[in-house]
């Protein structure tokens, strides 16, 4: 069984902490030896994640939190991000959206970037907001 490593952030919704969440991958690149092509996929996916948990999830209130989980093995990595949005996704409607994208919107193509650069991706209503874990093989 491959033992799994995990760092997690927790911090108000400000937008500069999404370079802080870069910075932590970027150390995390550094000890898994993940490919640049690898690393550019997940940090793209990673800074839309955190940026829609900040202003949409949060709507940018800085007295709620993100809390960003990055757990990994030698082959694959998963980013969890939450925020604390008491309004649940409508995971309905935003497979419906990306059935059919629009990438000229200003909205939804965050959603489908990460689609197309992660291995997985999943949304996940919780009692305190909502959270979407991002998976991809290194």
Known sequence: MTKKNQISLEFV???KYTEFCVLVFSNIKKVLNIEDDTFFKIEISLR?????A???????DTGK???VTFSWTRSRITLSVKDENQERLNVAEIHKRLENPDLL????????IMKSY???VKFVPTRNGN???LEKKI
């Open 13 to 15: 919704s400000d937008l």
């Open 118 to 120: 992660m291995d997985k």
């Open 105 to 112: 919107s200003f909205s939804g193509r965050g959603i489908m």
């Open 131 to 133: 959270e979407i874990i």
């Open 48 to 52: 839309e994640v955190v940026n829609n």
């Open 65 to 67: 939190r993100v809390y």
């Open 54 to 60: 900040i202003i949409h999830g949060n709507k940018s």
